[in-house]
């Protein structure tokens, strides 16, 4: 009875997961979505403390305590330009849960059917790899290792390493021999595996393998919940697997990667030396009053923010000015190339959390024939997303890439610390362009003397 | 108890239904929907809990108890950033001259 009543409660569990991703797919209704989400899991949580026959509840409550207290402040405390690598932190700890209810089913012995033990195996691989190479992800992120770490013969041994691990989680399967040190050697191997597989990959590209992790924690989830028989975890584990592989995906097409390309090479290295054929004319300066003159007189701006502007902290200084620009009379949109910020959508939070309304900020597809109308397009930190080379340049590392056709707009002026190239390397046409005209400064310095010279027009 | 093909259909329309429900999100709520998946899949915390509550050595209590203490990380802190980034989604007000 009272298991018919927690089966119930993890089925009704799942649907207001389901319901809950579906809310957060449109701003209007988003923040519900996470609420409507949130009462699921509490549900399946509370339910499962009745389980019949279950011990060890003074350890279950400490370490529920311990690991809600430390994850709650720090999800508080954390500023929004370091959201990847927290999202990247807690996904890694998910898998880690995930080898670790697998773990215990293998040690166990063999107590299921050997389909059931294969598929526990296959989950504590893939949440192994996934806990070890969040945590590397994080600590790029976050600055903790600066470099990738690349060296001769790294995808033989990359290989060489996950072989060794399938092996040794085949041998350790308790149908085949109940060995606790094989056990243990699949789960080390696995968790090598991870880090070795995460260290060549650059801080550009972490997003989309912290987006990958995303997805593997919910397949290794959706897989324990088979081996657990519970319904809400195979269908939460497998629909954020799904959902992970596809958003990956997404990521990996914007920034005009194939998910092989981000996993196996690092960006531009193989290259060396990047051409900067096809870049004539000059940079031609301007200074802050000239600017502020050209956007008084504008009726259409478009501001097109890059991470560049988000690391100078200066997204409330450019809502400041968008306001003052509307004062004005001028329309203001922002534009953001899926790619601008640490990850898809991450800008779209940096300038939320500046208090810059959703019905302004426009995405690439919406935005892109606008920039055709407009009369000043103000980019800010921005570099690779704006460059004309991706459209006509084969040979350029970022050709074919989707860019914002600022180049378009009648005036272009470029907010940008020096003259040095993007991320990449690559020089930018954009900044050569007769409409074009640079405007040197900190991003933060720069917007503040533009408002205060709107202000005194 | 959920077996052979009735877990595979399981699966497989779980699939469909992360797949569709994700396609038709706006590039915009790209980070904030990563972290709330990321917290949704932290309901392995039940399976941790469970792991925990039948565990009978010293060996299963300790995996039990990280278990339960990596998936309570999971889910809290999920919750959390998800829920401070998504607070943050707001309108333009009206007559605002937008």
């Known amino acids: 009875m009272m ?13 207001l997961f389901i319901f809950g991703l579906k809310r957060m797919s449109s701003p209007v209704t988003a923040r519900g979505g996470i609420t409507w989400a949130g009462a699921g899991m509490a549900l399946g949580i509370l339910s499962t403390f009745f389980w019949p026959g279950m011990h060890n509840y003074g350890l279950m409550v400490v370490a529920i305590a311990l690991g809600a207290i430390p994850s709650w ?44 033990i294969a598929v526990a195996g296959l989950g504590a691989l893939i949440g192994a790899v996934s806990f070890s190479g969040s945590v590397i992800a994080f600590a790029k992120l976050q600055g903790l ?12 041994l ?19 021999k109940v060995s606790t040190g094989m056990v243990v050697l699949f789960f080390v191997l696995a968790i090598v595996y991870g880090v070795l597989m995460t260290v060549p990959i650059g801080g550009a590209d972490m997003p989309v393998v912290i987006s990958l992790f995303n997805a593997f924690t919910g397949l290794a989830v959706g897989l324990e919940g088979y081996v657990l028989n519970n319904a809400a975890m195979i269908i939460a584990g497998i629909v954020v697997g799904a959902s992970g592989t596809l958003l990956t995906q997404l990521m990996a097409k914007a920034m005009n990667r194939s998910l092989a390309n981000v996993l196996f090479s690092g960006f531009g290295v193989e290259s060396g030396a990047v051409a900067t054929g096809g870049v004539t004319g000059s940079l031609k300066p301007i200074d802050a009053s000239d600017a502020a003159v050209m956007m008084a007189y504008a009726s259409s701006v478009i501001i097109v923010p890059g991470y560049g502007m988000a690391v100078a902290q200066a997204q409330h200084k450019v809502w400041e000015l968008a306001q003052a620009l509307e004062k004005h009379g001028a329309h203001v949109a922002f534009a953001i190339h899926p790619v601008a910020g640490r990850m898809p959508g991450h800008m779209n939070v940096l300038l939320a959390e500046a208090g810059v309304p959703y019905d302004k900020i426009k995405d690439i597809e919406e935005i892109n024939a606008d920039f055709a109308h407009a009369d000043v397009v103000l980019v800010i930190g921005a570099n690779d997303v704006v460059n004309p080379i991706a459209r006509i340049d084969p ?27 993007g991320f990449s390397g690559i020089e930018n046409m954009l900044f ?26 | 108890m959920i077996t ?3 877990a595979l259909y399981i699966f497989m329309l779980a699939a469909f239904t992360g797949y569709e429900v994700i396609g038709r999100v706006p590039v915009i709520l790209h980070t904030p929907l990563m972290s709330g998946s990321n917290f949704i899949h932290g309901i392995v915390l039940v399976g941790a809990m469970v792991a925990l509550g039948y565990a ?39 007559g605002s001259g937008a």
């Open chain 1, 3 to 15: 298991a018919q009543a927690i089966q119930a409660s993890y089925l009704l569990a799942a649907i």
């Open chain 1, 73 to 116: 402040l720090s999800g508080e405390r954390v500023a929004m330009t370091n959201m990847p690598q927290m999202v990247a932190i807690y996904n890694g700890m998910g898998g880690g849960a995930a080898a670790a209810i697998a773990a215990a089913e293998l040690l166990h012995g063999p107590s299921a059917d050997q389909v059931t």
């Open chain 1, 145 to 156: 290792i600066n470099r990738s770490v690349r060296f001769r013969g790294q995808q033989a």
């Open chain 1, 158 to 176: 990359n290989i060489f390493v996950l072989v060794a691990a399938v092996v040794a989680g085949a041998a350790a399967l308790p149908f085949v």
């Open chain 1, 395 to 421: 040979s350029s590392p970022i050709y074919g890439m989707p860019i914002l056709n600022a180049d378009q707009a009648k005036n272009v002026i470029v907010v940008k610390r020096g003259r040095g190239a």
């Open chain 1, 432 to 457: 050569y362009a007769d409409n074009t005209r640079m405007l040197y400064g900190d991003a933060q310095d720069a917007v503040s003397h533009l408002i205060q010279e709107l202000k005194s027009l």
């Open chain 2, 4 to 6: 052979g093909f009735a």
């Open chain 2, 56 to 94: 009978q050595t010293d060996l299963e209590r300790v995996i039990g108890f990280v278990g339960v203490l990596l998936g309570t990380i999971n889910v809290v802190g999920g919750y959390v950033v998800t829920e401070r980034m998504l607070g943050m989604f707001k309108k333009s007000k009206p």
